[in-house]
């Protein structure tokens, strides 16, 4: 099945900086990928999303990239806000197994 | 509109209990699934249902059980609890099969002890 890995597991920022998360997948196949923002004591919710045949997308201050050669695909957050912190997922979606497959989390802290 | 809900949002449960989590959407969606989440492990798909009586496997099935009688209700059995099933559980929906955004309920703590 797909694997999914994600880095780094901790970021600390300042705010004002960028931040950038990063995933690798192992599945050709996958052909979505979304990215989710867990606030404490909540359920994740989807922020940004790609799909296999884009190399970029953005959001305002969210984008994201995917490169389907290497298998890898970033969530870059700019002029990061105290509101930014929260623990991000990477996901990948793969038609033939019909099921998401989720990076291990990353938690983002803003420094005001 | 409310979105996905669950019930209860925090348990504790005595080894060898059984109980039944709930999870219910009201935005006419196909797909419903469960996930649960550990520290370090990120989410881990349990079971899975693409419609009213269908119901599959995911990556951690062991020691639960789903059903699928409505479009907008899916229950998650735990038959006989136990300690490495605390964990934090979520339920999730989507619009149809495919890659389309999921919607997660706010979650259910559970601890066994």
């Known amino acids: 099945g797909e694997n999914v890995e994600q880095h780094p597991s901790t970021l600390s920022v300042q705010e004002g900086d960028s931040a950038v998360i990063k995933c690798t997948y192992s599945?050709?196949?996958?052909?979505?990928f979304p990215w989710y923002k867990q606030e404490l004591g909540k359920g994740p919710q989807l922020i940004i999303d790609?799909?296999?045949?884009?190399g970029e997308k953005k959001d305002q201050r969210i984008a994201v990239t995917l490169n389907k050669t290497a298998k890898h695909f970033s969530l870059h957050i700019t002029e990061t806000q105290p509101e930014d912190s929260a623990v991000y997922f990477c996901?990948?979606?793969?038609?033939?197994?019909?099921?998401?497959?989720f990076g291990t989390g990353t938690s983002l802290t803003v420094i005001p | 509109n409310a979105g996905v809900t669950q019930t209860p949002k925090f348990q504790v449960l005595k080894t060898g209990q059984s109980m039944t989590l709930q999870c219910a959407q009201d935005?006419?969606?196909?797909?419903m699934s469960w996930y649960r989440q550990d520290p370090g492990m990120g989410l881990r798909l349990i079971h899975y249902?693409?419609?009213?009586?269908?119901?599959d496997q995911g990556e951690v099935p062991n020691g639960y059980n789903v059903s699928r009688s409505t479009t907008e209700d899916f229950p998650l059995r735990l038959l006989s609890a136990a300690p490495s099933q605390t964990s934090v559980y979520f339920c999730?929906?989507?619009?149809?099969?495919?890659?389309?955004?999921?919607?997660f309920g706010q979650g259910t703590r559970l601890t066994v002890v």
């Open positions: 999730a929906s989507r619009a149809r099969v495919g890659g389309t955004e999921a919607f």
């Open positions: 599945d050709s196949a996958s052909n979505y």
């Open positions: 790609i799909r296999s045949n884009v």
């Open positions: 996901a990948a979606h793969t038609n033939t197994g019909n099921q998401f497959y």
């Open positions: 935005m006419n969606h196909e797909y």
């Open positions: 249902s693409v419609g009213a009586g269908i119901t």
